[in-house]
């Protein structure tokens, strides 16, 4: 590794996660009143640098870098996501999407692990529960360097992603010690992560998986003007795409007034 990719790893890692919600209660004056749960930051999906760069000045939290041309998780090229790297400059965590896991997955990104990101991620569609699955996907995660962060993720549409269910995996996530999660769909056909799931019962998982210190992001083409559905969860990203695209359409160009739509939906 160059000397220039060592210090943008020092420097990316010196940016800390937002910590997960605990509920944590406040000191005096009344000794029962409790802390407000910290707002929810904003995660900005991008597919280039220049992308990164109106992102970032419009207010996002985190950035990811994936290439939507690809699926829910598409990866970007290695080159990509350096450039991105490059434009954030420590800003900001940068997490890069690498597909659907497979067991050659971390050859295909054998580049992007050299690179100095925050977390990196995979999908679970093709992939089969059962008595005793997951050691593929822990052998997978050990083979990750360190510091790098993997983010379990779950798919609400997991029947037609032939995958597991989100309840299984965030029992999964929890028993194994990540460190963050991510809750998504895998088919962009309109409908939205709560068209596919109860508001309450991603409430539930949120609180479930924050209880055990794990950070949660919540994707799912959300919309800001679901802020009604919004209020009732609590996760410590919303991490989007599309809806900060031109016309809404996730592979269109990235709309920094829609991302401050999205800031201000909620702040």
């Not at 000045?57 to 991105?84: C, F, N, Q, W, Y």
């Not at 569609?125 to 059962?130: N, Q, R, W």
Request: glycine content about 8%; charged content about 25%; some cysteine.
């Amino acid at each position: 590794m160059t000397d220039k990719a060592k210090k943008a790893r020092t420097s990316v890692f010196n940016v800390a996660p937002m910590a997960a919600n605990t509920g944590t209660t406040a000191r005096p004056q009344a000794e029962s009143a409790k802390v407000a749960p910290p707002k929810a930051k904003l995660l900005v999906s991008v597919r280039s640098a220049d992308e990164a760069g109106v992102a970032l000045e419009a207010g996002a939290d985190l950035i990811d870098v994936k290439e939507p041309s690809r699926g829910p998780l598409g990866m970007a090229h290695h080159e990509t996501v350096a450039a991105v790297l490059e434009v954030v400059n420590g800003r900001v965590p940068v997490s890069a999407a690498l597909g659907e896991w497979s067991e050659a997955i971390l050859t295909a990104a054998h580049w992007h692990l050299e690179l100095p990101l925050t977390y990196v991620k995979w999908g679970l569609a093709g992939y089969k529960g059962g008595p005793g699955w997951g050691e593929d996907l822990l052998q997978t995660r050990r083979d990750v360097p360190a510091p790098v962060e993997v983010v379990a993720t779950a798919y609400a549409d997991w029947e037609k992603a032939n995958s597991v269910p989100p309840a299984e995996v965030v029992k999964f996530a929890k028993r194994f010690r990540y460190r963050a999660f991510l809750l998504d769909t895998f088919h962009k056909d309109g409908r939205s992560l709560f068209d596919h799931m109860d508001v309450g019962e991603v409430a539930e998982l949120i609180e479930s998986l924050q209880r055990g210190g794990v950070i949660v992001a919540l994707g799912g083409s959300l919309k800001p003007e679901q802020a009604r559905l919004l209020g009732r969860v609590a996760p410590d990203y919303y991490a989007v795409r599309g809806s900060v695209c031109v016309a809404g359409k996730r592979d269109s160009e990235l709309d920094p007034l829609r991302v401050k739509k999205w800031k201000d939906a909620i702040g």
